[in-house]
């Protein structure tokens, strides 16, 4: 059980267009949804806190009006990388709380290039 | 301050020893939980091992197992019997507050890349 099925797990993408990357939770209620960027050889970091029904919280230095999160239901949260440059390639990994006491569930990942 | 340090960017280890991977970690909560994730080359977040700081006991997870040392509030994951497939990079990471509390986030360390030579 909590599955967080993440797609697509990779896309290539011109420069200024748009990519919608979707996380959606198969087995349980995701009522926070965290996303996550990886560059290469790098650590995660928090991009972004989802929660349905509600804005996203984003973390400090991410564009907002560029990173858009969508949480409109408890099995559906998704990010869209608007007017994609070759700088936003990088790895996005989304994570929700999953039924087990402490463990939250994190997507397969994303890896975004922008040619 | 770093929440979670990992000082070892690099790990080897011959197949079959053991490997024990360093992390430490900084918080002023009284609870707070410990995990650590194990993420191969195809980029998935594989969970290991859980630890509460309230546990007393040291978590194991088959091969995998975490020293707990509260005080110098460090989470070392030993592997045992290393096998080619631990070959990965391997993160810890720390929630603060009550596992109750769902919107808290996690706080990665820098990771550890480890090699199992045949």
């Known amino acids: 059980g909590a599955v967080v099925s993440q797609h697509p797990s990779r896309v290539i993408c011109k420069s200024g267009t748009s990519v919608k990357i979707e996380c959606r939770s198969l087995?349980?209620?995701?009522?926070?949804m965290f996303w996550y960027r990886q560059f290469p050889k790098q650590s995660l970091m928090l991009m972004a806190t989802s929660n349905e029904g509600s804005k996203a919280t984003y973390e400090q230095g991410v564009e907002k009006d560029k990173f858009l999160i969508n949480h409109a239901s408890l099995t559906l949260s998704t990010l869209t990388v608007t007017s994609a440059h070759p700088e936003d390639s990088s790895f996005y990994i989304c994570?929700?709380?999953?039924?087990?006491?402490?463990?939250?569930?994190f997507g397969s990942g994303t890896r975004l290039t922008v040619v | 301050a770093q929440k979670i340090t990992q000082t070892q960017p690099g790990m080897f280890v011959q197949e079959k020893e053991a490997v024990t991977l360093d992390c430490t970690y900084d918080t002023s909560d009284q609870s707070y939980g410990l995990f650590w994730y194990k993420q191969p080359s195809s980029g998935e977040m594989i969970f290991l091992i859980y630890q509460g700081s309230y546990d007393e006991q040291n978590a194991t997870e088959g091969r995998y197992s975490l020293n707990f040392q509260k005080a110098r509030k460090s989470a070392n994951l030993v592997i045992s019997a290393s096998q080619l497939g631990d070959s990965a990079m391997y993160f810890c990471?720390?929630?603060?507050?009550?596992?109750?509390?769902?919107?808290?986030?996690?706080?990665f360390g820098t990771g550890t890349s480890l090699t199992v030579i045949p």
């Open positions: 087995d349980f209620q995701a009522t926070t």
């Open positions: 990471a720390m929630r603060e507050g009550p596992v109750s509390v769902t919107g808290n986030q996690f706080y």
């Open positions: 994570s929700a709380r999953g039924f087990t006491p402490y463990g939250y569930t």
